[in-house]
């Protein structure tokens, strides 16, 4: 009878050294949840940062096609403006330019407001000055080529002719 007594003993002994073996002290648990955190807070704005990164390169790489392309544009502007006899001709040259902006403002490309505006060095290039009474101060009296951005980023700046 002896042993039948022992024995469940020896497994409550038993057990109660495996629970202590298990346990983490508390300073060790406080040290490992904090490391866990600062990792986790890092992963989170590494994440974040790649992600600025990554959306900063490809504005970058796509505004550097943009800007091959618009003289493109340009020169198909001028060449919708020019008057012709020929008017499916004329038609297909305002197709292909209206499809170009498309493309661009499907992009998020926009183009860079001028003419009345005030004059901003962020978005326009003054080229030349003139002076009308009739015009404010600082305002762009004429746009001798267009201007594009992204979002914030400008692409090519608008060459204007400022009033003073």
Same mark, same amino acid.
């Given at each position: ?6 024995? /469940? ?15 983490? /002290?508390?300073?060790? *648990?406080?040290?490992?949840?904090? =490391?866990?955190? =600062? ?18 390169? *490809?504005?970058?790489? +796509? $505004? ?6 618009? /003289? ?31 493309? +661009? $403002? ?14 901003? /060095? ?6 030349? $000055?003139?002076?009308?009474?009739? +015009? ?7 746009? *001798? =080529?267009?201007? *594009?951005?992204?979002?914030? =980023?400008?692409?090519?700046? $608008? ?6």
């Amino acid at each position: 009878m002896e042993e039948k007594e022992m024995k /469940p003993e020896v497994e409550k002994q038993e057990e109660q050294e495996k629970e202590t073996s298990e346990m983490v /002290p508390k300073q060790d *648990y406080d040290e490992l949840e904090d =490391r866990y955190k =600062r990792i986790l807070a890092e992963f989170e704005n590494f994440k974040k940062r790649s992600g600025k990164e990554r959306e900063g390169l *490809y504005h970058s790489i +796509l $505004s550097d096609v943009i800007e091959v392309v618009l /003289p493109i544009v340009d020169n198909l502007e001028n060449a919708a403006k020019v008057e012709t006899a020929d008017e499916n001709y004329k038609q297909g040259v305002e197709l292909v330019l209206k499809q170009f902006k498309d493309v +661009l $403002s499907a992009k998020g490309v926009e183009e860079i407001k001028a003419i009345g505006e005030t004059f901003d /060095p962020e978005l326009h290039e003054a080229v030349g $000055s003139i002076q009308d009474d009739h +015009l404010g101060e600082k305002e762009v009296a004429q746009e *001798y =080529r267009k201007g *594009y951005k992204i979002g914030n =980023r400008v692409i090519r700046h $608008s060459m204007v002719v400022v009033a003073n």
